[in-house]
Structures are given as C-alpha cells and as structure tokens.
C-alpha cells in the first residue's frame, strides 16, 4: 500500500474528469444550499483528518486481520476501500445530523479532494487524497468512479507504446 513515487499515476483524461467531478462535487451543493463556517472548516479541516485516521485504522485491522485483501486493493471496489468510504459517508451523515455542519461540507471535501488527486496525480479513490497530502504516502485504493476511465487511459498508452516499439524508422528521400 506504500508508495513513495511523485511520479503522476493518472493521465490527462483521468485529470480532466477529477478536475471536473471536483468543480461539480463543490460547486452545486454550495449553489443549491449556501454554505457556512461550519462546513468550511469540516471540510477542510475536520474531513481531512477524519479519513486518514480512519485510513491507518483501516490499513492496520486489514494487515492483521486478512493481509491478502490488501492485495487486491487496486479493484473498483476493495474490501478496505469499501470499508473506509462507507465509514467515512456514514460519519460524515452523522455530524451532519447532529451538529451545525451540514451535508455541503461532505461534498466540498469530497470535491476538494478530486482536485488534489487531479494535482498530485495521485490514481486512487480520492477518500485518500488529503491523507496521502498530510503523511507523505501514496497509499492507494480502487475507486469507482476513477479507476476504469485511469485503467482505460493507461491500456491506450500502453497499447500506443507498444505498437511503436517494432516500427521502422522513416527514411528521409523515399528509401
């Protein structure tokens, strides 16, 4: 689940469809309700810091509990990946309906996460993006939205890469 690589992991579609599931995820909830303080500072501070305890928690009971799952994290939808986004929206619903945060500051963390995914490169589910930021890791989990368009885009690379390895070079005169 390490990775210390800042190499970008997503290409420019994968880029371009964070960037705008990003703009979306914060723009029309803030549009369609408003947003305060609260939601502000839940999403920028508390959501953050929510998902990468919750991510070493969950990372953590998995390598010790069903060390193989891990291996298989890079699926659409991986055991801890299910685990920690369920845990996540199920929280993040709970502060909302119990305190003044609202339901805006889950999607403008969510929203402000795709974008630093977009930024960094970074080809996980986005729950991780702010607590790969904050611990320097590229731990990485499947997602479903992300991950087949990234598994789509690196296939034509690939296939564009290896279609060129065998190929001639092209002589200048017609030769």
Same mark, same amino acid.
């Given at each position: 689940?390490?990775? +210390?690589?800042? $190499?970008? =992991?997503?290409?420019?579609?994968?880029?371009?469809?964070?960037?705008?599931?990003g703009l979306v995820a914060i723009g029309l909830?803030?549009?369609?309700?408003?947003?305060?303080?609260?939601?502000?500072?839940?999403?920028?501070?508390?959501?953050?810091?929510? #998902?990468?305890?919750? @991510?070493?928690?969950?990372?953590?009971?998995?390598?010790?509990?069903?060390?193989?799952?891990?291996?298989?994290?890079?699926?659409?939808?991986?055991?801890?990946?299910?685990?920690?986004?369920?845990?996540?929206? #199920?929280? @993040?619903?709970?502060?909302?309906?119990?305190?003044?945060?609202?339901?805006?500051?889950?999607?403008?963390?969510?929203?402000? +996460?795709?974008?630093?995914?977009?930024?960094?490169?970074?080809?996980?589910?986005?729950?991780?993006?702010?607590?790969?930021?904050?611990?320097?890791? $590229?731990?990485?989990?499947?997602?479903?939205?992300?991950?087949?368009?990234?598994?789509? =885009?690196?296939?034509?690379?690939?296939?564009?890469?290896? @279609?060129?390895?065998?190929?001639?070079?092209?002589?200048?005169?017609?030769?």
């Amino acid at each position: 689940m390490y990775q +210390s690589s800042p $190499r970008r =992991e997503i290409g420019p579609i994968g880029t371009v469809s964070r960037v705008i599931g990003g703009l979306v995820a914060i723009g029309l909830p803030i549009v369609l309700s408003g947003i305060g303080w609260w939601d502000v500072g839940a999403a920028l501070i508390v959501f953050p810091a929510m #998902a990468t305890a919750l @991510a070493t928690l969950v990372t953590a009971a998995y390598e010790h509990y069903s060390p193989g799952s891990l291996m298989k994290r890079h699926v659409v939808c991986s055991g801890p990946g299910c685990v920690l986004t369920i845990t996540i929206v #199920a929280i @993040a619903f709970t502060l909302s309906a119990l305190t003044p945060i609202s339901d805006v500051a889950f999607w403008v963390w969510l929203g402000a +996460s795709m974008l630093l995914a977009a930024v960094r490169g970074y080809g996980g589910c986005e729950v991780l993006a702010f607590p790969n930021a904050i611990t320097g890791r $590229r731990d990485r989990i499947g997602c479903i939205l992300y991950t087949p368009i990234d598994v789509a =885009e690196a296939r034509h690379r690939a296939g564009r890469t290896d @279609a060129s390895v065998g190929a001639a070079p092209h002589s200048v005169g017609g030769r």
